[in-house]
């Protein structure tokens, strides 16, 4: 259902003056926040850097060609030379060319490990900039309800300020007629003076508000819509919304992205300790080499073995030290694991709090305005005080002022839960960014 702030309170906010066509969305001003934030634009970046390196992991699979050309002089002095009658030392034009193909045939399955760990690595920071829209969302909602909760409380202190000076008109209008006392004059002045100032305080804040606004969402806050409540997308309990969070929320999916990563590299480091097989191709031409005049060419094709024996344990530390990798990532997944129930938790207290508390809310402001509706006519008999006139009028406009901040309240509540479980971009159909994509979807 939608929630029509301050419908009993206000009939019409001050946006709906004449000259407005249209009013900007919820959805449109989050729609904008993801497309041009600076985090959200730098988690995209980074993601598609990593991205990259897997392209450079595959590059294993293919075969590497190597072109080398040289020309310079050479010196020789070999027993070639030296059989040469008076040629020890030969000095010579030296030309070389050579093309040398070569294809990885097994490595220890390094190549395959570390498309795999880059791959998740992708992934994690997928996840990372899936998080990074959902908590500008959230951030951007919270600008978005502020300017729309300031408007109305400038709203409700200007209609405080009518209210006094109505009031202070009848006690100068008592007054001139004989009637009034100067103490109630200088009383009645006083209040209205509070009520401007509480008026231009109000004022500020908005100013604050739309200027917070336009640092988040980057655009001005110009005729702001009152959103549709996000009730629906609320799950019945606690435990359910705990369940979707676990199973959905982006922070949760980078950790264990990150303990995939991990684990690969821990297969990579033992690829060290396997043979490695390449087949080579190769093909050379060469002029005046060593001395001797000539051509010198050859081709090969040729199966090649190449196996460390020692290296002085450094292949066994790395495999210890991704080993640790390892369980730290999973101690990470596991903190993060208990802050995304922490926070479905808090959010979800936040909401039941400002629901058990509204329907209170919502009483002050009916015995509260019936109270002064009883002052007013009681004080025209003179059976009140100017005192508790102003003090009547003073309760409505606390107690009003206390419901519009509980109705606020509660819409950015619902709108934490849906952060707190990873979807709040789909509650306000905002699509996330192309590079929250998983690489699996590629």
Not at 29 to 35: L, S, Y
Not at 132 to 137: H, L
Not at 286 to 308: I, P, S
Request: hydrophobic residues 35%; aromatic residues 6%.
């Amino acid at each position: 259902m939608k929630i029509k702030l301050l419908a009993v309170i206000i009939p019409s906010l001050c946006l709906s003056a004449a000259g407005i066509v249209s009013a900007a969305t919820l959805q449109e001003a989050v729609g904008t926040t993801i497309k041009t934030n600076p985090d959200v634009l730098a988690a995209s970046n980074e993601r598609n850097a990593v991205f990259e390196e897997v392209k450079q992991a595959r590059a294993g699979y293919f075969p590497t060609l190597d072109l080398a050309i040289g020309t310079g002089w050479e010196s020789s002095d070999n027993p070639t030379t030296r059989a040469r009658k008076g040629h020890e030392n030969v000095h010579m034009n030296r030309d070389e060319a050579s093309l040398n193909l070569r294809q990885m045939i097994f490595d220890g399955m390094a190549t395959k490990n570390e498309v795999r760990r880059q791959s998740a690595r992708t992934d994690s920071r997928a996840y990372s900039v899936y998080g990074a829209s959902e908590n500008t969302a959230l951030e951007a909602v919270d600008a978005y309800l502020n300017v729309l909760r300031q408007q109305s409380l400038v709203d409700l202190a200007s209609t405080n300020l009518d209210a006094h000076e109505r009031t202070h008109d009848q006690i100068t209008l008592r007054s001139d007629r004989g009637v009034g006392r100067k103490a109630d004059m200088d009383q009645s002045q006083g209040r209205v003076a509070l009520a401007k100032a509480n008026l231009i305080a109000e004022q500020s804040n908005l100013r604050d508000a739309e200027t917070n606004y336009l640092r988040v969402v980057g655009d001005t806050a110009e005729s702001l819509s009152d959103p549709e409540s996000p009730r629906s997308f609320i799950p019945e309990t606690v435990d359910d919304a705990i369940g979707l969070a676990l199973g959905n929320h982006p922070t949760l999916k980078s950790a264990e992205s990150d303990v995939e990563s991990a684990y690969a590299q821990h297969e990579t480091a033992a690829s060290p300790f396997y043979p490695r097989i390449d087949f080579e191709l190769g093909a050379t031409a060469d002029n005046d080499l060593d001395g001797v005049n000539g051509h010198n060419n050859d081709v090969t094709a040729m199966f090649r073995l190449r196996y460390n024996l020692f290296n002085g344990g450094k292949d066994k530390a790395r495999r210890q030290e991704t080993a640790h990798l390892i369980n730290q990532s999973t101690e990470i997944r596991n903190n993060t694991h208990r802050q995304v129930e922490q926070s479905v938790r808090l959010s979800w207290n936040a909401l039941q709090t400002v629901d058990n508390q509204m329907s209170f809310f919502e009483l002050h402001v009916d015995s509260s305005e019936k109270s002064r509706d009883a002052y007013r006519q009681q004080f025209g008999l003179g059976q009140r005080t100017l005192l508790d006139l102003l003090d009547s009028e003073n309760e409505v406009f606390v107690s009003r002022q206390a419901l519009v901040n509980a109705q606020y309240d509660q819409f950015f509540a619902m709108y934490r839960i849906l952060n707190s479980m990873g979807s709040l971009l789909q509650s306000i159909d905002v699509a996330l960014p192309e590079a929250a994509v998983v690489t699996a979807s590629n």
